[in-house]
């Protein structure tokens, strides 16, 4: 199925989830936005050594300036999507060994935001 598709899905279903696990559900959220805001320092930084730019120069005064805010644009979403499936991924490990989801189901919360059907509103 489609990706696109599926985080459709899933942002419908969140207005359905039972008052607990949309709190628990914001709260992961919350925390890999933090784990993203990291990688994306940890990026700006990369982006930094491996375009030579000088930390203590204006950008625009720079050959790669404008090369480091494009590619520092791209990877805002991806750093942000990578921390909220850190975080994700190990809370639906931590279900799995519980017993509260199968594996497909800590995949399919963690990659894609999918709730399991005992979520939702009944």
């Known amino acids: 199925m489609n990706a696109f598709r599926e985080l459709a899905q899933s942002w419908k279903e969140?207005?359905?989830?039972?008052?607990?696990?949309?709190?628990?559900?914001?709260?992961?959220?919350?925390?890999?936005?933090?784990?993203?805001?990291?990688?994306?320092?940890?990026?700006?930084?990369?982006?930094?050594?491996?375009?030579g730019i000088a930390p203590n120069a204006s950008l625009g005064s720079q050959v790669n300036g404008v090369a480091w805010v494009v590619l520092f644009l791209i990877a805002i979403p991806i750093a942000i999507y990578a921390g909220v499936v850190v975080v994700a991924g190990l809370l639906g490990a931590v279900m799995v060994l519980l017993g509260r989801f199968t594996p497909s189901e800590a995949l399919r919360y963690a990659l894609l935001s999918r709730y399991p059907r005992d979520w939702l509103r009944r």
Request: hydrophobic share 55%.
């Open 14 to 51: 969140t207005t359905r989830l039972q008052p607990r696990f949309y709190a628990l559900t914001s709260v992961v959220g919350l925390a890999g936005v933090g784990v993203g805001c990291a990688l994306m320092v940890v990026a700006a930084r990369l982006l930094e050594d491996a375009l």
